[in-house]
């Protein structure tokens, strides 16, 4: 843009258009760092939040001083460091960590006292903000920018397959910043060569900027509204495990939603259950410890009623008697099970809860047997209700009380003994009072009833029949969090499922186990409520000490239990012995019950240790040795990069050619091949029946820009290869000069 178009155009018009490639790179390079900041806030403890928000604000002062323009570098550095500095000390004094300091104070004596108050923060903002300029110049080339992309998304792929952090949103956003980036990269490109369509494009962006928006933006509708597309490649840590031979264990941070509505939502406890199905995000915030004298899953609530599309409240969950509660008193327990032969343990629970909601019911073991305390008192029980058929611990919110931040309860866990289960008759004395467990759709799909008499029919005990049931599914069916709904066509949900769909999480098998067990005529009821959540420990040693023995997968401890850990399953009826739970979600293990029993050890028994085992722990550990091999192949892939990218290769055999050249006219010939392979590599490409004055004119034709330089490097090849002349030293030094000028304008 010319001065006097400069000085005759409107202030805001200057400010928005002025040297707009570098506004958008300094915009995009922002909101790529903004993803960082993201992706460490998710990490629990990580960051302060006056640490988040001094960088977040430091983002925002860099990017706008950015925007002002005709500054000199010098004076937008100090002023953004100035700036920095002032936000860094604002923040702090608003999260009273430091008191309030004047201005003038810090250019008085005192000024190193002043700054000392502001570390380590300071070191933070100015970090972000050195890394922020420093960005701005490293992808002003463009394989600095594909090498950006790269390992950022490397990176953050591993975090979110690896750990509970959800990272693919700022996946999303790090790709979008790059493409961008390239596209910015490539006008500047276009700049150095062609001036004159650069300044049309400088002083009209809006030529170019609309289409490439609208373009981008179309793209984005179009795969936004697309249809949904299973995964064709299982995802490496998956695929780790199943080659190790073991399930993936969901409940430490691969929870699953709850009764998910059609279309994604986030997981976590739901509130209503009628219409199931749909697909699900998940969201790993913390819901509540339990510290627990034995692990379990954390029961809510009960459905009865299956209505094809979803479970309701049946007459008799409505109907249901409830009682008032007391302190450390036993709960009344449920008239079906009475004289009950089930043998089980008992279970201290105390649940410290995170969130902000309101439940409507208290989560504990299955089954509850008293309450001892709410919030470390025993007083405040009125607002809780006992319903002994459901085996459920209301909350009335019309009491308008507080949910209780902490409680402590105590239940009988069953011990299943599944001989002693098998031995359980195959009619139900109390049929009739169990009729709603046994209800079923009357337009119930036949191939649906069919399905569960093929499965059951090489059984006859009850127990068998639903475990024939639970490992049918188990085995048959895959879990994910986003099943493919476009194969569905049944009205019916789990026809839809068995059928159809044939992925889905715990909902899709909860729901199925429990009509094809009504269809067997075993009384069943659906449950919800949380997995049993992660522990303090480590997988790595979490499982490495389950496979050898050392430690009990259910044993006591604090459990944290997340939004992600919402989870189904489904409770079945035996004569004589009540409720029993039962996990047809594959990728699920249902934490059982067994009866204490004193163990001795014999030491004599015990092998001897070998001297060497620290030395070699980590190399016999399969997760260190997988963490290492992938470290590595991640390095040689970006060695690999980097040589492919730099032409490492070409610049070796370019110096041993150069050596070879003795004689000037040897050195002009290998400049020009030189310049060849340059050309060839930026698309200028040199047919094999044409000489290089042929191709030089088409080349020039193509790009004008390379006119002069061609013809005076060809001028100079025709004299070395086809002339007696004698070259100088000048002719090469020229040339040598000419092919550099040619290789750093593409």
Same mark, same amino acid.
């Given at each position: 843009m010319s001065e006097l178009m400069y000085e005759k155009t409107p202030v805001w018009q200057r400010m928005l258009w002025t040297d707009?490639?570098?506004?958008?790179?300094?915009?995009?390079?922002?909101?790529?760092?903004?993803?960082?900041?993201?992706?460490?806030?998710?990490?629990?403890?990580?960051?302060?939040?006056?640490?988040?928000?001094?960088?977040?604000?430091?983002?925002?002062?860099?990017?706008?001083?950015?925007?002002?323009?005709?500054?000199?570098?010098?004076?937008?550095?100090?002023?953004?460091?100035?700036?920095?500095?002032?936000?860094?000390?604002?923040?702090?004094?608003?999260? =009273?960590?430091?008191?309030?300091?004047?201005?003038?104070?810090?250019?008085?004596?005192?000024?190193?006292?002043?700054?000392?108050?502001?570390?380590?923060?300071?070191w933070f903002a100015l970090s972000t903000w050195v890394i922020y300029l420093a960005l701005i110049w490293w992808v002003e080339v463009k394989w600095r920018i594909y090498l950006l992309m790269i390992v950022?998304?490397?990176?953050?792929?591993i975090r979110d397959s690896f750990s509970n952090v959800y990272l693919w949103p700022q996946v999303v956003m790090v790709l979008g910043c790059g493409l961008f980036l390239l596209i910015l990269c490539h006008f500047q490109r276009l700049r150095r060569k062609d001036p004159t369509a650069w300044s049309y494009l400088a002083d009209y962006p809006m030529s170019i900027s609309v289409p490439v928006i609208t373009l981008v933006c179309l793209t984005l509708s179009i795969g936004s509204i697309m249809p949904e597309v299973s995964p064709l490649l299982t995802d490496p840590y998956t695929a780790w495990r199943n080659f190790q031979g073991q399930p993936v264990n969901f409940t430490t941070g691969k929870g699953v939603e709850v009764a998910a509505a059609a279309g994604d939502s986030s997981s976590g406890y739901s509130r209503n259950d009628t219409s199931l199905g749909g697909g699900f995000e998940f969201d790993f915030t913390p819901v509540m410890t339990v510290e627990t004298s034995h692990r379990s899953y954390w029961r809510g609530e009960t459905r009865s009623?299956?209505?094809? =599309?979803?479970?309701?409240?049946?007459?008799?969950?409505?109907?249901?008697?409830?009682?008032?509660?007391?302190?450390?008193?036993?709960?009344?327990?449920?008239?079906?099970?009475?004289?009950?032969?089930?043998?089980?343990?008992?279970?201290?629970?105390?649940?410290?809860?995170?969130?902000?909601?309101?439940?409507?019911?208290?989560?504990?073991?299955?089954?509850?047997?008293?309450?001892?305390?709410?919030?470390?008192?025993?007083?405040?029980?009125?607002?809780?209700?006992?319903?002994?058929?459901?085996?459920?611990?209301?909350?009335?919110?019309?009491?308008r009380q507080a949910f209780p931040k902490s409680y402590t309860v105590v239940s009988q866990m069953p011990i299943v003994d599944e001989e002693v289960l098998r031995q359980v008759p195959a009619e139900l004395p109390n049929r009739v009072e169990l009729a709603e467990y046994l209800q079923l759709p009357d337009n119930t799909p036949n191939r649906v009833r069919q399905l569960a008499?093929?499965?059951?029919?090489?059984?006859?005990?009850?127990?068998?029949?639903?475990?024939?049931?639970?490992?049918?599914?188990?085995?048959?069916?895959?879990?994910?969090?986003?099943p493919d709904l476009t194969k569905g066509r049944s009205r019916d949900?789990?026809?839809?499922?068995?059928?159809?769909?044939?992925?889905?999480?715990?909902?899709?098998?909860?729901?199925?186990?429990?009509?094809?067990s009504r269809s067997s005529g075993l009384p069943t009821r659906w449950v919800k409520g949380y997995a049993s959540g992660s522990t303090t420990v480590p997988d790595e040693y979490l499982n490495m000490s389950v496979e050898q023995g050392m430690l009990d997968p259910d044993a006591a401890g604090v459990y944290t239990v997340r939004n992600a850990d919402a989870h189904s399953w489904v409770e079945i009826y035996f004569s004589g012995y009540g409720w029993i739970p039962f996990e047809p979600t594959s990728g699920f293990v249902l934490p059982r019950a067994a009866q204490l029993q004193e163990t001795v050890i014999d030491m004599s028994t015990l092998p001897e240790i070998p001297e060497t085992a620290e030395e070699t722990a980590v190399f016999s550990n399969p997760g260190h040795v997988a963490s290492i091999s992938g470290l590595v192949l991640l390095a040689i892939a970006l060695v690999a990069f980097l040589v492919w990218k730099l032409q490492v290769i070409?610049?070796?055999?370019?110096?041993?050619?150069?050596?070879?050249?003795?004689?000037?006219?040897?050195?002009?010939?290998?400049?020009?091949?030189?310049?060849?392979?340059?050309?060839?590599?930026?698309?200028?490409?040199?047919?094999?029946?044409?000489?290089?004055?042929?191709?030089?004119?088409?080349?020039?034709?193509?790009?004008?820009?390379?006119?002069?330089?061609?013809?005076?490097?060809?001028?100079?090849?025709? =004299?070395?290869?086809?002339?007696?002349?004698?070259?100088?030293e000048d002719d090469w030094q020229s040339t040598t000069q000419l092919v550099e000028k040619l290789r750093s304008q593409f």
């Open positions: 707009w490639p570098h506004r958008l790179t300094a915009l995009l390079v922002g909101l790529l760092l903004l993803q960082f900041v993201t992706w460490i806030t998710k990490e629990n403890g990580v960051w302060l939040p006056e640490t988040v928000r001094i960088v977040q604000l430091t983002l925002l002062v860099t990017f706008l001083i950015e925007h002002v323009p005709r500054l000199h570098w010098l004076a937008r550095g100090f002023i953004q460091m100035i700036a920095v500095i002032a936000l860094n000390a604002h923040v702090l004094r608003d999260y =009273k960590i430091i008191d309030d300091v004047s201005v003038s104070s810090y250019f008085s004596s005192q000024l190193f006292l002043n700054l000392y108050q502001l570390t380590p923060y300071l950022s998304v490397l990176a953050m792929c009623f299956y209505s094809g =599309k979803g479970w309701e409240l049946g007459e008799g969950d409505r109907r249901a008697q409830v009682s008032s509660v007391r302190a450390d008193v036993p709960l009344t327990s449920d008239p079906r099970t009475a004289g009950s032969k089930l043998k089980t343990i008992e279970v201290t629970q105390t649940v410290t809860i995170l969130s902000e909601e309101k439940y409507p019911v208290l989560f504990g073991a299955f089954s509850l047997q008293k309450v001892v305390d709410l919030g470390g008192v025993k007083t405040g029980f009125e607002p809780l209700l006992w319903a002994p058929s459901q085996s459920e611990m209301r909350f009335n919110e019309q009491q008499a093929d499965i059951t029919k090489d059984t006859v005990s009850p127990y068998d029949k639903a475990k024939k049931i639970e490992q049918y599914l188990r085995q048959t069916y895959p879990y994910t969090n986003k949900f789990v026809e839809r499922f068995l059928f159809e769909i044939k992925e889905g999480y715990c909902d899709y098998f909860s729901s199925a186990m429990a009509v094809l070409e610049l070796i055999k370019e110096r041993i050619e150069r050596r070879r050249a003795s004689l000037l006219k040897q050195k002009v010939i290998v400049e020009c091949e030189r310049m060849l392979r340059i050309c060839r590599r930026n698309g200028y490409t040199r047919d094999e029946h044409e000489t290089l004055r042929e191709a030089t004119r088409r080349w020039i034709k193509q790009s004008k820009w390379m006119k002069a330089d061609l013809e005076q490097v060809l001028s100079i090849f025709e =004299k070395a290869k086809y002339s007696n002349a004698e070259i100088t």
